[in-house]
């Protein structure tokens, strides 16, 4: 990659990571907080408009960058058709021309009408799927509301690595009743096709979701801490015999197949955000700024015609706050934080920005450490209290 030249206040100027988030879903999975929407209709050349619009804008402002990821989340971006897919890949190509062939992600559901379209991304530009398995069993998957069965999420991992030179699924743990025997044989049976990366997610009730309400209920009960627990150990030895490695709380992957994009986030690289809900963390007159579109994908896509673009809010972030977001991305990674870069990204000291008593104590109790190369990172027990640590460690 080409040697680049620096930012004000020491940012170096990196590849670009551009998220672009397609909102709308067949139907609303009950476990789901996201910001995605069911419509009957949708008229999908004008939402593909306002997103080459909205991605002209950000390229004007942002200036020459080289790209070096898109993302395509939601929602459910497999209900994209390939042209759309193709017309954003080929634009952020132009606005963001790069040395190194950039990471294309697209996530994608294992329904019959989604996996008709897998080729047609693949010939579109997308060079890595990320598949929402989430279960290999029907009744879980009927419990969770997808769409899908096991068999076609089979069929799914199959086509994936067939069509895709990287491929990526996910899987929900932790559900009601679940046992340890069973999951080892799901997860197995998923690493069996040889995917390069997993993500993997602790079913949670998430506030304003029906599973809060049937939660409340008391129609669903979670497996307790030391079931999630045994779960979660039971994952690591499964992905391990498989050859992959957890280089990040929630994520896994062969050797050199871990998500350049996701990277992007939990290092505290730039990244534009594009469609509505969508935030984004870059530069503004020198100044790291975070941004945030509107939600609603009308009212967006209403304000992207109006005025070329629908951020909602704009905040320069002081150093205590780039702090702080920093460590709350970074500690998830298995490689932990570098204190020069955190220095330059962050705009002060990794040291002065964590609570002296409670590193202290985090150390002792061997949930953090640091590195020989002077990283900062959490150890794998205190990965698993990173929820209950950060906010006490964090100023």
Same mark, same amino acid.
């Given at each position: 990659?080409?040697?680049?030249?620096?930012?004000?206040?020491?940012?170096?100027?990196?590849?670009?990571?551009?998220?672009?988030?397609?909102?709308?879903?067949?139907?609303?999975?009950?476990?789901?907080?996201?910001?995605?929407?069911?419509?009957?209709?949708?008229?999908?050349?004008?939402?593909?408009?306002?997103?080459?619009?909205?991605?002209?804008?950000?390229?004007?402002?942002?200036?020459?960058?080289?790209?070096?990821?898109?993302?395509?989340?939601?929602?459910?971006?497999?209900?994209?058709?390939?042209?759309?897919?193709?017309?954003?890949?080929?634009?952020?190509?132009?606005?963001?021309?790069?040395?190194?062939?950039?990471?294309?992600?697209?996530?994608?559901?294992?329904?019959?009408?989604?996996?008709?379209?897998?080729?047609?991304?693949?010939?579109?530009?997308?060079?890595?799927?990320?598949?929402?398995?989430?279960?290999?069993?029907?009744?879980?998957?009927?419990?969770?509301?997808?769409?899908?069965?096991?068999?076609?999420?089979?069929?799914?991992?199959?086509?994936?690595?067939?069509?895709?030179?990287?491929a990526s699924f996910d899987?929900?743990?932790?559900?009601?009743?679940?046992?340890?025997?069973?999951?080892?044989?799901?997860?197995?049976?998923?690493?069996?096709?040889?995917?390069?990366?997993?993500? +993997?997610?602790? @079913?949670?009730?998430?506030? $304003?979701?029906?599973?809060? =309400?049937?939660? #409340? !209920?008391?129609?669903?009960? %979670?497996?307790?801490?030391?079931?999630?627990?045994?779960?979660?150990?039971?994952?690591?030895?499964?992905?391990?015999?498989?050859?992959?490695?957890?280089?990040?709380?929630?994520?896994y992957a062969r050797p050199?197949?871990?998500?350049?994009?996701?990277?992007?986030?939990?290092?505290?690289?730039?990244?534009?955000?594009?469609?509505?809900?969508?935030?984004?963390?870059?530069?503004?007159?020198?100044?790291?700024?975070?941004?945030?579109?509107?939600?609603?994908?009308?009212?967006?896509?209403?304000?992207?015609?109006?005025?070329?673009?629908?951020?909602?809010?704009?905040?320069?972030?002081p150093p205590e706050a780039?702090?702080?977001?920093?460590? +709350?991305?970074? @500690?998830?990674?298995?490689? $932990?934080?570098?204190?020069? =870069?955190?220095? #330059? !990204?962050?705009?002060?000291? %990794?040291?002065?920005?964590?609570?002296?008593?409670?590193?202290?104590?985090?150390?002792?109790?061997?949930?953090?450490?640091?590195?020989?190369?002077?990283?900062?990172?959490?150890?794998?027990?205190?990965?698993?209290?990173?929820?209950?640590?950060?906010?006490?460690?964090?100023?």
């Open positions: 990659m080409r040697r680049h030249t620096r930012h004000h206040i020491g940012f170096v100027i990196e590849p670009i990571a551009l998220y672009v988030h397609w909102p709308f879903c067949a139907a609303r999975c009950p476990y789901c907080d996201f910001n995605s929407h069911v419509r009957d209709r949708l008229d999908e050349p004008r939402y593909r408009a306002a997103i080459l619009a909205e991605l002209a804008h950000e390229a004007a402002l942002v200036g020459p960058r080289p790209l070096g990821s898109i993302f395509f989340g939601g929602g459910t971006p497999s209900l994209m058709s390939p042209g759309t897919v193709a017309a954003v890949v080929d634009a952020a190509r132009a606005a963001f021309p790069a040395d190194v062939e950039p990471e294309i992600t697209l996530e994608a559901n294992p329904t019959s009408v989604e996996l008709a379209r897998l080729a047609g991304f693949r010939e579109a530009g997308v060079n890595r799927i990320s598949l929402g398995i989430q279960a290999l069993d029907d009744a879980a998957l009927g419990f969770l509301g997808r769409r899908h069965s096991a068999a076609q999420a089979l069929e799914a991992l199959a086509q994936a690595r067939s069509l895709f030179p990287r899987l929900i743990y932790a559900r009601p009743g679940q046992s340890i025997s069973a999951w080892r044989e799901e997860v197995r049976r998923a690493l069996g096709y040889g995917l390069d990366h997993l993500s +993997l997610y602790q @079913l949670t009730i998430e506030p $304003g979701t029906p599973f809060e =309400r049937a939660h #409340a !209920r008391g129609e669903i009960v %979670l497996p307790d801490d030391a079931a999630q627990a045994a779960l979660y150990d039971a994952t690591v030895e499964e992905a391990a015999r498989a050859g992959l490695v957890p280089y990040e709380v929630s994520n050199g197949a871990e998500s350049r994009h996701n990277l992007a986030y939990w290092t505290y690289a730039d990244y534009a955000g594009i469609g509505p809900g969508a935030h984004g963390r870059l530069p503004r007159d020198g100044v790291p700024t975070a941004m945030a579109r509107i939600r609603a994908p009308e009212a967006w896509m209403e304000a992207v015609e109006t005025r070329g673009h629908g951020v909602r809010e704009q905040e320069a972030l780039r702090a702080r977001e920093m460590l +709350l991305m970074g @500690l998830r990674l298995t490689r $932990g934080i570098d204190p020069a =870069r955190f220095a #330059a !990204r962050a705009g002060m000291g %990794l040291t002065d920005a964590l609570d002296p008593r409670t590193l202290a104590a985090a150390l002792e109790e061997g949930w953090l450490l640091w590195e020989e190369d002077g990283a900062l990172a959490a150890t794998a027990a205190g990965r698993m209290r990173l929820d209950a640590l950060l906010p006490a460690l964090v100023r």
